[in-house]
């Protein structure tokens, strides 16, 4: 019965080192790559404008979702990357890998940009 009882400190004991040394791996700055999330919303306050939920972000990962609040159809392009086009009352996403800098975004719908469906989004 006694050996049970070592065997199972010993155990026990094991557990107790492993949880700290898996807390100092974890610890060593190394972060799973979490895509940043931006809200757009099309159509508001006026049909042709965009308004961002942020008006910066990290590089790489970058996922929008774009509701269309107005009356037309739009489209959001940023880096390359247009979303589809968005009816009324609808949304979509669009995942685009970003890198530093100051990039141009706008609504791909003839002549929405024109009006005012443009802008830039600041990526640090």
């Known amino acids: 019965m006694r050996t049970r009882w070592i065997a199972v400190a010993a155990v ?5 080192l492993a949880v700290p040394l898996t807390a100092l791996a974890v610890g060593t700055g190394q972060t799973a790559a979490r895509a940043t999330s ?14 961002l939920s ?19 159809e739009h489209d959001f392009k940023i880096n390359g990357k247009t ?4 009816k009324p009352g ?3 996403t669009l995942k685009v890998t970003l890198k530093a800098g100051k990039l141009k975004y706008l ?3 003839p002549g929405h940009a024109a009006a005012g469906m ?5 990526v640090k």
């Open 83 to 86: 979303s589809k086009k968005v």
């Open 107 to 109: 609504c791909t719908v």
């Open 54 to 72: 942020k008006k910066s972000v990290t590089k790489g990962a970058v996922t929008f979702t774009i509701t269309n609040k107005g009356k037309l």
């Open 12 to 16: 026990v004991a094991g557990l107790a």
């Open 90 to 92: 609808k949304s979509t």
């Open 118 to 122: 443009k802008g830039t989004l600041t």
């Open 38 to 51: 931006v809200k757009v919303t099309a159509g508001k306050p006026s049909e042709f404008h965009f308004t």
